[in-house]
């Protein structure tokens, strides 16, 4: 069965400075990863995908991810975040064919951010 | 259009007492899928239904979780005998397909408070 590890529960950054968030997944052929983005009260909001093909994604809110299957990371960026940005992320893995038995989520890296 | 929506957004029920949790998805889309998101633990999937099928494929944690779809974009989480154990947020999600690949769409989730 697939895993995914946020290695980091919490992390702070200054408003302005750059971001990456960890995540490793463990799937014995290549999986579907996702990052997701959670506000307080909302629901999740797909900020990117990997499927297949280039493996530096460009997502939404001027993220992107790079796949990187030796280290079977996909490590989430950003080169100046945003107060804005302050939440709860989620890496999340999706079996090939189609999952589905629904994606496995790590338990995820709340963002925090200083002013 | 709209996205997921989710109905009620809280929820408070006593030990004991079934509740039922409805979610309107996108129209078009195949699959739903529900999760359940505890602090801490990330979000794990209860179950999930297919576009032609009344009931649940799966039954995690088993027994009193199930999941119906009374129309196609429709799907109710019915949880039977709830348990302190059963309070969390429950997130509902629905896959649209596209070419070789999915995503899933997620609404804001039901909060439920057992006592």
């Known amino acids: 069965a697939q895993s995914v590890t946020q290695p980091d529960i919490h992390i702070t950054v200054s408003e302005g400075a750059s971001l990456e968030l960890r995540c490793n997944y463990s799937y014995g052929a290549t999986p579907y990863l996702f990052w997701y983005v959670q506000s307080p009260g909302q629901g999740l909001q797909l900020l990117l995908k990997?499927?297949?093909?280039?493996?530096l994604v460009q997502g939404i809110k001027g993220f992107e991810a790079e796949f990187k299957r030796s280290q079977s990371s996909f490590n989430l960026r950003k080169p100046s975040v945003h107060w804005s940005d302050a939440a709860e992320y989620f890496c999340?893995?999706?079996?090939?064919?189609?999952?589905?038995?629904?994606?496995?989520f790590g338990k995820g890296t709340h963002l925090i951010i200083q002013p | 259009g709209a996205g997921v929506s989710q109905s009620p957004r809280y929820k408070v029920a006593k030990r004991g007492r079934d509740v039922a949790l409805r979610c309107d998805s996108i129209?078009?889309?195949?699959?739903l899928y529900w999760y359940r998101q505890t602090l801490g633990q990330g979000s794990e999937v209860l179950t999930y239904?297919?576009?032609?099928?009344?009931?649940?494929k799966s039954g995690r944690p088993s027994g009193r979780f199930s999941a119906e779809r009374p129309e196609r974009s429709v799907s109710t989480l019915k949880i039977q005998r709830t348990e302190q154990g059963d309070s969390a947020v429950y997130l509902c999600?629905?896959?649209?397909?596209?070419?070789?690949?999915?995503?899933?769409?997620f609404g804001p989730g039901t909060r439920l408070t057992v006592t």
């Open positions: 239904s297919q576009s032609d099928a009344q009931r649940d």
């Open positions: 990997y499927f297949s093909g280039d493996t």
């Open positions: 129209s078009g889309h195949v699959t």
């Open positions: 999340a893995v999706g079996v090939s064919g189609g999952g589905a038995d629904g994606l496995t």
């Open positions: 999600a629905s896959r649209w397909i596209r070419g070789c690949s999915y995503e899933q769409y």
